[in-house]
């Protein structure tokens, strides 16, 4: 790579959100993420906030512009079939996914925020 080359990064998504508590209950407390920072320019106007968890980090936003609710994103990990027996053991009011081997041979757990954002946390196999 030369001096000019651009060195890309990883994609951050910004995930559309509507109600914080829930949003928070179900990233924090059930897939164990992090809360990095929350953001408002000032008290009463959207919050926007970054979690991670990992090498994997998200925003969530309640901006109108910033992205459509229903988004789809996968997220690559390790250890997924332990991963699916530390949610099922949580009991999750909202949530009890499945482990699936997709016809590509990951192992796949689907799951849909609370604004109806999809995601796979899928581990590779092959």
Not at 43 to 56: N, R, W
Not at 69 to 86: D, K, N
Not at 93 to 107: H, I, M, Q
Request: aromatic fraction near 10%; charged fraction near 25%.
């Amino acid at each position: 790579m030369n001096n000019t080359t651009p060195d890309m990064k990883p994609a951050v998504p910004i995930l559309r959100m509507f109600d914080i508590d829930k949003t928070k209950q179900f990233y924090l407390e059930f897939l164990e993420f992090r809360l990095d920072w929350e953001h408002r320019f000032e008290e009463g106007l959207p919050l926007y906030m970054q979690i991670s968890c990992g090498g994997c980090v998200l925003h969530l936003s309640e901006h109108f512009g910033d992205c459509s609710p229903g988004a789809a994103i996968r997220i690559e990990t390790t250890h997924v079939e332990a991963l699916h027996s530390r949610l099922l053991a949580k009991q999750y009011k909202y949530a009890r996914p499945g482990l699936e081997t997709a016809p590509w041979g990951s192992k796949e757990i689907r799951l849909t925020d609370p604004s109806g954002n999809r995601i796979v946390i899928y581990e590779n196999v092959n």
